[in-house]
């Protein structure tokens, strides 16, 4: 009798936790971003540009993925300069909670800015390598769309130095798929 109520007791407590486990381990296979973008340059005087950038994330597990991503970015400094970046690299995402989910990332790849000004040098790819971090607030009980903030740092080689890039991105994420996890 005893072990009855027991068993009872436990087992709808059980599948309650089992089926709570099993939709946190429910991550999308991918992503795809839109987002607008704020760059400052900072060497020696700050440098405001606006503009936007695009984004993909595919994930291999609930925590690991590969983002690619490009951005353009136009500002008036003393004269007009425009500049872009394209790159891609890992992605950590941690996904413990429903509403918003954390993330870092590690980004190189290159970037092209079209006038010397501000101690960057205009004219071909440049090596770009970054970091960033940011964080996805879900929206609707769906989750296939989310508000992105982020900020990255990017190290522009350019003439024999680094120059500093600060970019702060809002965005909207459509993300698509899913891949549970067993």
Request: proline letters at 3%.
């Amino acid at each position: 009798m005893k072990r009855l109520l027991w068993t009872t007791l436990c087992t709808p407590l059980l599948l309650a936790l089992a089926a709570a486990a099993s939709h946190a381990q429910i991550a999308p296979q991918g992503d795809l971003l839109m987002e607008y973008s704020h760059l400052e340059v900072l060497k020696g005087y700050t440098i405001s540009m606006n503009g936007g950038s695009v984004s993909s994330g595919y994930y291999f597990n609930r925590w690991l993925g590969v983002t690619t991503d490009f951005g353009t970015y136009h500002g008036y400094p003393s004269e007009s300069l425009t500049g872009e970046t394209f790159t891609l690299g890992p992605r950590f995402s941690w996904r413990r909670f429903r509403l918003f989910q954390p993330f870092a990332e590690g980004l190189i790849g290159g970037s092209h800015f079209n006038m010397n000004s501000g101690g960057i040098t205009g004219g071909g790819a440049k090596f770009t390598p970054g970091a960033g971090a940011g964080v996805d607030v879900a929206l609707g009980h769906q989750n296939r769309f989310a508000v992105r903030l982020q900020r990255d740092y990017f190290w522009v080689r350019s003439a024999g130095s680094n120059t500093i890039c600060d970019r702060l991105s809002a965005g909207i994420v459509y993300r698509f798929g899913a891949r549970a996890e067993r």
